[in-house]
């Protein structure tokens, strides 16, 4: 999952661009989480990982399997070759500028 992480980033950087559908779930988390919740992802890149089994189970709730977009952003973690919403999530949470 690591090489598959830093290749999308990767991509990303070379593109100089986010890609849309990570850029709405930026948005997505920056909209749903509290100040003090962003300073946290900020601050403390372990943080992330307790976020598992709330806000990431959050994300794949309601963002990955019943949103108007869940199934633009599902078709993009295929195409890198992403499959699994656990990894979908984590990505978005560990690649969040938020």
């Not at 973690?77 to 969040?96: E, V």
Request: aromatic residues 12%.
């Amino acid at each position: 999952m690591l090489l598959l992480l830093f290749s999308l980033l990767l991509s990303c950087e070379a593109q100089e661009e986010i890609p849309k559908e990570l850029q709405f779930s930026f948005e997505y988390l920056t909209e749903n989480l509290n100040a003090t919740e962003i300073e946290k992802f900020k601050s403390d890149s372990t943080y992330v990982g307790t976020y598992h089994f709330s806000l990431g189970l959050y994300l794949r709730n309601n963002l990955l399997r019943h949103h108007k977009k869940s199934d633009e952003l599902l078709n993009f973690f295929n195409a890198q070759g992403i499959r699994h919403l656990d990894d979908m999530s984590s990505i978005i949470l560990t690649s969040s500028p938020a």
